[in-house]
């Protein structure tokens, strides 16, 4: 009689694990892979899990919540002086502009206060062209 009780008790707990297997939502996120530019700072570039820019190569991570996509790298990135800077500082979050399709991401400016925002180049959807740059200031 014990034994019927353990195969039922061992049943059960796979038929959960399958369930739970089953029913889990995996996160997927949007390619946000290509060359990101700004007028006034030059270009990062966001290749699978890591970050290209000012001549640093940062790994991040993406990730989402309510304010929507954003990659966190290992250490620091933003922008002084009109440069692109990496520093063992604090990760900020590097926000982007849509969730489904990304078109810019925005890093701390560290001089001007707000954050710099890198457009996409449009030359990862096959054409040559880029779009406007432009500064954003959180007042």
């Keep these: 009689m014990r034994q019927k ?18 029913t889990r939502q995996e996160t997927s996120y ?20 890591r970050i290209v820019a000012g001549g640093n190569e940062v790994p991040f991570e993406l990730g989402k919540d ?9 250490t620091f990135l933003g922008v002084e ?8 500082g604090h990760p900020d979050f590097l926000r982007f502009d849509d969730e489904q399709r990304p078109s810019s991401i925005s890093l701390p400016n560290l001089t001007e206060g ?12 096959g054409q040559s062209l880029s779009l406007t740059n432009s500064n954003i200031r959180d007042d």
Excluded: D, M, Q
């Excluded at 009780?5 to 089953?22: H, K, P, R, S, Y």
């Excluded at 946000?32 to 699978?48: A, D, F, K, Q």
């Excluded at 309510?66 to 290992?74: D, E, R, S, T």
């Design 5 to 22: 009780g353990a195969v039922w008790i061992v049943a059960g707990a796979v038929v959960l694990a399958v369930v739970l297997f089953l």
């Design 81 to 88: 002086h009109g440069h692109i800077v990496s520093t063992s």
């Design 66 to 74: 309510k304010l929507g996509l954003f990659a966190l790298p290992k």
């Design 114 to 125: 707000g954050s710099t925002k890198f457009e996409l180049e449009l030359s990862r959807r």
């Design 30 to 49: 949007p390619n946000v892979s290509g060359r990101y530019s700004t007028y006034c700072c030059g270009t990062l570039e966001i290749e699978s899990s």
